[in-house]
């Protein structure tokens, strides 16, 4: 008995700090202070360089549109090709690199909460379940408006 209690407490001492490491990693890999990965950097390249955020070859051209108006086109470009949880990334990213662009988040929000209806053929469970507190929810607001 003495050397069961002895054999799972080394088990113990020896997964917990690997567990521990692990987990802790994982909580900060997203956070603002992290290194920017894959679409951040893409988001970061793209504004750098002068071109509209979030910009791929296959996007529309957004030429000559007020930054907001070419914004919008590359959101609902971003929720058409993959979900609207990108889409929200890439709005929430761009918020807080370009905070001239803030006024016109809660519109974008609602824009995208509308979009995600009609990509999922009215499924508002389904549009509502990608939600997340940007812009102070408009995207939730716009789903069900």
Not at 44 to 63: H, K, L, W
């Amino acid at each position: 008995m003495k050397q069961l209690v002895r054999r799972i407490g080394q088990t113990v001492a020896l997964t917990l700090p690997v567990i521990l490491v692990t987990t802790g990693t994982l909580a900060v890999t997203r956070v603002p202070w992290a290194p920017p990965t894959g679409l951040d950097q893409q988001v970061v390249a793209a504004s750098s360089s002068g071109g509209t955020i979030g910009r791929t070859s296959t996007t529309p051209n957004t030429e000559g549109l007020a930054p907001q108006d070419a914004l919008r086109v590359d959101l609902l470009e971003e929720l058409k090709n993959h979900t609207p949880g990108t889409a929200l990334d890439l709005l929430e990213r761009t918020m807080r690199e370009n905070p001239k662009l803030t006024p016109y988040c809660t519109s974008l929000a609602g824009d995208l909460g509308r979009a995600a209806v009609k990509k999922y053929q009215g499924d508002l469970q389904r549009a509502r379940s990608f939600a997340r507190p940007v812009c102070d929810g408009a995207f939730a607001a716009g789903v069900v408006g």
